[in-house]
């Protein structure tokens, strides 16, 4: 069975950073485009940002220069790295295959907040 857990959110207040992790079973990421999505309340889960295969990243327009999307295959583990954290950006944060995903895992909370 593919699981993806992920993990790192937390309570932060504006400016900080957060360091995301998803741990993926069951698949092997290397093969794979992956991606980390937010979804605010009340709103649509939105596409953050991808790594390919080889490494190159592509960001929202909203987090551009503040986050970064990381992969370690050895780990089977895609990151993310975010800074100067706005309060705009809280929202549960998700991992997945990209652009096909799978079943969607918990996610993790990111509350930015004074």
């Known amino acids: 069975q593919v699981q993806l857990v992920e993990s790192g959110g937390g309570l932060v207040q504006p400016g900080g950073s957060l360091r995301l992790s998803c741990a993926a079973s069951?698949?092997?990421?290397?093969?794979?485009?992956m991606a980390w999505y937010r979804q605010a309340p009340g709103k649509q889960r939105e596409l953050v940002a991808t790594i390919s295969r080889n490494g190159s990243p592509n960001y929202a327009d909203s987090v551009k220069g503040r986050f970064t999307i990381s992969r370690d295959d050895a780990k089977n583990t895609v990151y993310l790295q975010m800074n100067s954290l706005k309060p705009e950006d809280t929202a549960v944060y998700f991992c997945?295959?990209?652009?096909?995903?799978?079943?969607w895992g918990q996610g993790t909370q990111v509350t930015v907040s004074s």
């Open positions: 997945n295959f990209y652009p096909t995903g799978i079943s």
């Open positions: 069951g698949r092997i990421i290397s093969f794979n485009v």
